[in-house]
């Protein structure tokens, strides 16, 4: 490997383990509710249990954690319009969870149980999300 070859590669591990740590972080402000779990029960990511696991979160149906039983009404209408956690939905909701519900349910009155907001980051917090699922 000549010098230019080491540098790039220097590079981009310092970019690989800068953005897992910015992933990290953003975890931070999700893990307090929430935990990654595998089906196995290896912990993937820590954190709480007083919301859904958001393992294989990526493209499935709203309210949809088998494991979950306290999925708000809303939250539960809005997965009766066959709406998923894709990437757009998730930046969605993250960014105004009553908004996002109420759009979905064509309810004004709809309320999030989810009370943070994410206004940035969401997207690379979906790809974290994604990268320990399956």
């Not at 790039?8 to 929430?34: G, K, Y």
């Not at 009404?73 to 066959?82: E, P, R, S």
């Not at 709406?83 to 349910?105: C, H, K």
Request: hydrophobic share 40%; net charge negative.
């Amino acid at each position: 490997m000549n010098s230019s070859t080491a540098i790039v590669a220097l590079i981009l591990a310092m970019f690989v383990a800068s953005s897992a740590i910015a992933d990290e972080a953003r975890w931070r402000d999700c893990r307090t509710c929430h935990a990654v779990i595998a089906p196995d029960g290896t912990e993937l990511a820590r954190g709480g249990r007083s919301a859904p696991n958001l393992y294989d979160l990526a493209n499935r149906p709203l309210a949809a954690d088998g494991a979950f039983r306290f999925y708000s009404d809303d939250l539960k209408a809005a997965a009766q319009t066959g709406a998923r956690w894709t990437e757009e939905n998730f930046v969605a909701y993250l960014a105004d969870p009553q908004e996002f519900l109420r759009s979905t349910t064509n309810n004004p009155q709809a309320q999030s149980e989810m009370h943070v907001q994410l206004r940035s980051g969401a997207r690379e917090l979906f790809g974290y999300l994604s990268s320990l699922s399956n």
